[in-house]
Nanobody, 114 residues
Framework: QVQLVESGGGLVQPGGSLRLACVGS????????MRWYRQVPGKERAFVAR????????DYGDSLEGRFIISRDNAKNTLYLQMNNLKPEDTAVYYC???????WGKGTQVTVSS
């Protein structure tokens, strides 16, 4: 079955950087666009970024372009999110998702705090 495993989260100071990764299995990774979402307690999951199956089309959520960079390595079935100049409001659990599948991973916690 489809599985998504996120990693790379942690505690970082404001202005710092993190690189998240998401490994997909149980489906043909390079056939599907992939997305990152994030969620804070009490709020719905918010769209962060989307990348098409071979990376030719990329979209970002509001105000994230320029600080966040989505990429993928289809040879490794891995999706990435490079997050730079992190702000406290970026604190959330980050999830990846494959288009066309309802499956969510467990997410990875990102905390931005001094």
């Amino acid at each position: 079955q489809v599985q998504l495993v996120e990693s790379g989260g942690g505690l970082v100071q404001p202005g710092g950087s993190l690189r998240l990764a998401c490994v997909g299995s149980g489906f043909t990774f390079n056939w599907h666009a992939m997305r990152w979402y994030r969620q804070v307690p009490g709020k719905e999951r918010a769209f962060v970024a989307r990348i098409s199956s071979h990376g030719e089309e990329i979209d970002y959520g509001d105000s994230l372009e320029g600080r966040f960079i989505i990429s993928r390595d289809n040879a490794k079935n891995t999706l990435y999110l490079q997050m730079n100049n992190l702000k406290p409001e970026d604190t959330a659990v980050y999830y990846c998702k494959a288009d066309d599948y309802p499956t969510w991973g467990k997410g990875t916690q990102v905390t931005v705090s001094s």
